[in-house]
């Protein structure tokens, strides 16, 4: 999915990070001296991240990311820039705090996530994000599809209404106009920011940079943001607007309240300068299915091949992790290469959304596989009804270790036939043969 304007984006991004970290000094040190770059409102939005996967969205050169993989998170930071990215690695091996970084663009990067089946318990995405990147809705369901059941989203940036006033604090700008805007390039906002951006001690570093990469922002709405959100199927639980920027010295006059707050100037009435959603992926979507859509059960599309494949990945870690990680890939190769193409594949999709799918070689089910953030919702057992309607007589093969397989199938009719010792690549994993008369 190339995308011209996050492309440009890049390249602008690229030259302001050099001049953005000649004014941090020796970032190093900074950390290995026990420092943090988190505010308090990030921190009370995330919660006690220890021993958690964490996902953080547009990480920049990682020092925040460090900071949370500090507090115990286990960080994959993802960014565009390759500077950025370069720069949080080296940062991360200079200061001794482990984590792990990945050049992308987001919206490629969810993609590849999603195929993957990758899941974080949290991500987190801070301060001059969103304005990046062109498609709120591929963002809301990228992050909604990457957390885990239960897992949460903490988000906090600058307020789009804000965005409404020039330097010298006068209307200039539409208010979350639904197109690009131009601008010269990204800016040194940390040279005109002094200590608010640059925490462990302002240095001079770069002086009058200017940007040779154009930039183009997308300056979203608050309704923009909230809609996205709740269109991806994540439950919002609380936003709050705060009356100064942290750090962000973005307009005239500018005082600091303490702690890096920055506020308008007394003379000038209050006004939003950030905003933070909490948010969380439910617990299985039983309940939000309650009186909803419908399952639809249908041939596959071979252009569903890839989402068929995240769903196989992502279930068989839940049903077969005694197989291990690197069995499971060449399993899922196999399956790419080998079982999709020969079987008789039907998906199950509700609201358009393949959840699960049945493999099957005449009436022997090759494969029964359903997105883990559903099981429990009936997708496996409409699926096996709808082809024993259709095929009669049904058989399968399960692992032995699959205690809920197994079950899942007795539940449906199915008796034990037969028991080896060890699966069809002669592998140590015994499996239970079943059939289930018409
Ligand atoms: C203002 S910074 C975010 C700061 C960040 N909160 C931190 O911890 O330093 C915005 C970041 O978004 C990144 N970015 C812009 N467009 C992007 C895209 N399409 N995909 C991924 N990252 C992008 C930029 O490279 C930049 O590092």
Known sequence: MGNDLHEANRLSWNAATVAHNSHKGDQAAFFRAGGSTLYPEE??????????????LQCN????SLSLARLGARVTGVDISDEAIAFATRLSEESGIAASFERSDLFEWFERAVADGRRFDRVFASYGTICWLSDLGVWARGIADVLRPGGRFAFIEFHPFAMVFDPGWKPHYDYAPKKPVAEAGVGDYVADSGTGLAIGGYQEGVVGFTNPHPSFEFNWGIADVIQALIDSGLRIERLTEYPYANGWV???GMRDL???????PATMPSLPLMYSIAAAKPEGKQGARDGAAPIAIRPWRPEEGERLL???LAASRVGHPFLGEARLLEQQQLVRDTYLPMADNWVAAIDGQVVGF????????GGLFVDPDIHGAGIGRALVE?????LGPLEVSVYADNQAAVDFYRRRGFVETARKETDDE???FAVIEMTRSA
Request: hydrophobic share 50%.
């Open 43 to 56: 921190i009370g939005l995330l919660g006690d991240v220890a021993g958690l996967e964490l996902l953080h």
């Open 61 to 64: 050169s990682g020092q925040d």
């Open 250 to 252: 973005g307009f005239e």
């Open 258 to 264: 303490g702690d890096r707050r920055m506020a308008p």
């Open 310 to 312: 995240a769903i196989w």
């Open 358 to 365: 049945i493999g099957l070689i005449e009436n022997f089910i």
């Open 386 to 390: 709808d082809a024993a309607a259709r």
């Open 426 to 428: 002669g592998l140590p």
